[in-house]
């Protein structure tokens, strides 16, 4: 009887929640994803909009067993970082896109780091102090973006968590060249996929595809294959490749990795995830022609635009596929860099670049967590952290971008 009656007063102390409901809370901290924490009479809530230490009136948009999620539709005590969002589409019933721009740049970037410092204390089990740098303004940054149009064939973007399609005629982070007002004003077919890329020669590609067809999307307008250059290499992407959003980023990552990786002549290098060829361009010049570079990627639109930037270097070998699996087949490595999706590199990956005994692996990593994760793997293989830096690449969004340096710990 007296487990059954903890059971019920602990059942009690946690409120069922409903959509639509309404009521007061006090934010705590930020979490993973762009969301603050709030509780209610023992119920957990992930709250949009909202800053640490505001008291604000929420309405509930989702429940679930561990924790729930809601918006604010009124804040009743303001943080003094809480500041009016430079975009008309910034708010609980538009655009999906920016989760921050109610909030003062500087605590953007506080909110961050401590993202980034909870998520290795509770899955890698550090306790990392970083500072997330700012990159340049934090709007007309960005050089591409994806979009969708409604059925009536306006241009826009989902509200956050929905399919549903908010028309938006201007976008302030992305490029002015891109001339987004141009496009909004544009009829377009409904129900459309539009991809749009803007390189550093001024090249603007629009690539559009049906929604409902899981088929590539098509280059429409512009060329198919770009032309950017980083630190006077040219480089030749195309539109499907994956290239860096941020207008600063490609010199920004590679001038980190370059400074943690110390290349040295006649290194042999491993670029995994490596795409068209970005951070190989970089090494090219320091590993010379008795050095190697070999890049390893699993998209084929990727390796074709490496196979040509590269065609005059026949120390870069080029290998289309899983890094997991074209990983074992390489003996040694002098230094590793990696720059995986957000998923992270995982066990698998990590057990085989330690085995071939690198003396520096510099990985770049788009979400936090999963660099956590992934820490946590290479300590446990006797590669400890030694430095880390963060980089505010994604303005006015959740999104962090992190490069940090591993190295064999010494046995004494």
Known sequence: MAIDGARSEKTERKAEL???????VTIEKIAHGGHFIARHQGAVIFVRHAIPGEEVEIEITGTGSSFNRADVVNVVTASQDRVSAPCQFAHRSG?????????????????????????????????????????????????????????DGALGFRQARSNKVVPVSDCRILQ??????????????????????????????????????????????????????????????????????????????????LKYAQLKAGDQVLDLYGGVGLFTSQFLELVTENGRIDLVEGSKSATGDALRNFANHKNVGVHTGDVEKILPRFSKADVIVLDPPREGAGKNVVASMVSLKPRTIVYVACDPAALARDTAYLAESGYALSQIRAFDLFPMTQHIESVALFQPVKVS
């Open 176 to 257: 002015p060249e891109i001339n987004y007002q141009e496009l909004s004003n544009r009829k377009w077919k409904g129900d459309l996929r539009v991809e749009v890329t803007f390189s550093t020669n001024a090249e603007r590609t629009i690539a559009t595809g049906y929604l409902r067809d899981e088929s590539p999307v098509r280059t429409s307008e512009g060329p198919d294959v770009a032309s950017y250059k980083v630190n006077d290499f040219p480089l030749e992407v195309s539109q499907r490749s994956f290239w860096q959003s941020h207008k600063s980023a490609p010199k920004v990552l590679t001038d980190a990795v």
């Open 18 to 24: 409903t959509v639509g409901q309404r009521f007061v």
């Open 95 to 151: 655009c999906g896109g920016c989760d921050f721009q109610h909030i003062s740049l500087p605590r953007q970037r506080d909110l961050k780091a401590e993202v980034i410092t909870e998520q290795f204390s509770r899955i890698a089990k550090q306790d990392i102090r970083v500072e997330v740098e700012e990159v340049g303004g934090a709007l007309g940054y960005r050089t591409r973006f994806s979009a969708v149009t409604t059925r």
